[in-house]
């Protein structure tokens, strides 16, 4: 997740392709100091939309600064720690259902079978997803996305693309939107007023946990865009072959 990009409400208790992101920039932040460097002049042929995408880029930024992050600022100040651990850890909870249906579309039997355990044992002694029982028990957690499906079955990813709002994707990806939507638990829900501000708060509970690595990579003197590009797709590519992806140089993920 670009930490200057406002994260889209299907990415945040699902798979967490913006939690891991934002945790992947951060350590990237940690590893590169503030390493500088011009723009490149080379087109990246990963990246065809380039200045389509900064635009975008640039908008998402904006949105972020001037509404994201003063609300996500206050929801640290007013709520403590214990309560927003609750609140992630619910929403975490949730999103454990399509990660368990899309570890059984992978047909990955061992993934499939701690997710639904830890599904299992945070709702029920862990006060509906409340507390995270599973993490202490040593059951991990799984995380998978229909994008990461189409990809462990040989759809590549495609070129890279910035969404209004939703940031850093890729066209495969953007294309398995639509499913992991109606995957996401809070989608089911038919009230709709209750659905948005659960929606509203899962943003802005996610956006909270990274105010802290969006400052390093802003104060970090880099062309963010490229650098937000090129962690996302390594990040990306590493989840879809869970952390083992191929050395052919191909880059098919």
Same mark, same amino acid.
């Given at each position: 997740? !670009?930490?200057?990009?406002?994260?889209?409400?299907? +990415?945040?208790?699902?798979?967490?392709?913006? /939690? $891991?992101?934002?945790?992947?920039?951060?350590?990237?932040?940690?590893?590169?100091?503030?390493?500088?460097?011009? $723009?490149?002049?080379?087109?990246?042929?990963?990246?065809?939309?380039?200045?389509?995408?900064?635009?975008? #880029?640039?908008?998402?930024?904006?949105?972020?600064? !001037?509404?994201?992050?003063?609300? %996500?600022?206050?929801?640290?100040?007013?709520?403590?720690?214990? &309560?927003?651990?609750? &609140?992630?850890?619910?929403?975490?909870?949730?999103?454990? &259902?399509?990660?368990? +249906? =899309?570890?059984? %579309?992978? *047909?990955?039997?061992?993934?499939?079978?701690?997710?639904?355990? $830890?599904? =299992?044992?945070?709702?029920?002694?862990? @006060?509906?997803?409340?507390?995270?029982?599973?993490?202490?028990?040593?059951?991990?957690?799984?995380?998978?996305?229909?994008?990461?499906? @189409?990809?462990?079955?040989?759809?590549?990813?495609?070129?890279?693309?910035?969404?209004?709002? @939703?940031?850093?994707?890729?066209?495969?990806?953007?294309?398995?939107?639509? &499913?992991?939507?109606?995957?996401?638990?809070?989608?089911?829900?038919?009230?709709?007023? +209750?659905?948005? #501000?659960?929606?509203? /708060?899962?943003?802005?509970? *996610? $956006?909270?946990?990274?105010?802290?690595?969006?400052?390093?990579?802003?104060?970090? +003197?880099?062309?963010?865009?490229?650098?937000?590009?090129?962690?996302?797709?390594?990040?990306?590519?590493?989840?879809?072959?869970?952390?083992?992806?191929?050395?052919?140089?191909?880059?098919?993920?």
């Amino acid at each position: 997740m !670009n930490p200057r990009i406002l994260p889209h409400p299907r +990415a945040l208790p699902v798979r967490s392709r913006s /939690l $891991r992101l934002a945790g992947a920039l951060g350590m990237l932040v940690l590893a590169t100091g503030c390493a500088t460097g011009p $723009r490149p002049t080379a087109p990246n042929p990963a990246d065809p939309f380039e200045p389509f995408n900064r635009n975008v #880029s640039r908008f998402n930024d904006v949105v972020d600064d !001037n509404v994201l992050v003063p609300v %996500a600022t206050a929801y640290r100040k007013v709520l403590p720690s214990p &309560v927003r651990s609750g &609140v992630n850890n619910f929403f975490s909870n949730l999103g454990d &259902v399509w990660n368990f +249906a =899309n570890n059984v %579309a992978q *047909l990955k039997a061992q993934d499939s079978a701690e997710t639904f355990m $830890r599904l =299992n044992v945070n709702t029920i002694l862990g @006060l509906g997803g409340l507390l995270d029982v599973a993490t202490e028990l040593g059951i991990d957690r799984h995380s998978e996305d229909f994008g990461q499906t @189409l990809g462990r079955w040989g759809v590549p990813s495609g070129p890279y693309v910035v969404l209004p709002l @939703l940031g850093p994707s890729t066209l495969r990806d953007t294309a398995a939107l639509p &499913v992991d939507v109606q995957g996401d638990m809070l989608h089911q829900i038919s009230d709709v007023p +209750a659905r948005n #501000s659960l929606y509203v /708060l899962r943003v802005v509970d *996610l $956006r909270s946990n990274y105010l802290r690595a969006s400052q390093l990579i802003g104060d970090a +003197a880099l062309d963010r865009y490229s650098f937000t590009r090129d962690a996302y797709l390594q990040r990306r590519r590493s989840e879809v072959f869970d952390g083992n992806p191929p050395d052919d140089g191909s880059g098919a993920d």
